[in-house]
């Protein structure tokens, strides 16, 4: 089991930078799993915001809105996965979830069903 915890989420305005960081802990061989990070704005469904797969994270994905602004990582350690933020819009606004699964392929994954263990969310505001 793994336990999931994220940090550096705060207020900033538009334009800025936020890192934001998920600490594994727990029995688990960290680079087994895949690593995401989903967020969800007020009164909107839970939506897919980047992944990257097992071991050295080789491939990455995103969502396209973020594309070319955020980049995910992981240092397996340390057991953490992280989001660099760069030129933050409002709409960026939202509580931001990091989710890991045990990884049976090389491959990212975009659905929530593919995650099994989620962090308590950590709340990322951008004024404009």
């Known amino acids: 089991q793994v336990q999931l915890v994220e940090s550096g989420g705060g207020v900033v305005q538009a334009g800025g930078s936020l890192r934001l960081t998920c600490a594994a802990s727990g029995r688990t061989f960290f680079n087994t799993y895949r690593m995401a990070w989903f967020r969800q704005a007020p009164g909107k469904e839970r939506e897919f915001v980047a992944a990257?797969?097992?071991?050295?994270?080789?491939?990455?994905d995103y969502l396209e809105s973020v594309k070319g602004r955020f980049t995910i990582s992981r240092d397996n350690t340390k057991n953490t996965a992280n989001l660099q933020m760069n030129s933050l819009k409002p709409e960026d606004t939202a509580v931001y979830y990091c989710?890991?699964?045990?990884?049976?392929?090389?491959?990212?994954?975009?659905?929530?069903?593919?995650?099994?263990?989620w962090g308590q969310g950590t709340q990322v505001t951008v004024s404009s």
């Open positions: 989710a890991a699964n045990l990884g049976r392929d090389d491959r990212t994954y975009r659905g929530l069903h593919e995650y099994d263990h």
């Open positions: 990257i797969n097992t071991w050295s994270g080789s491939r990455t």
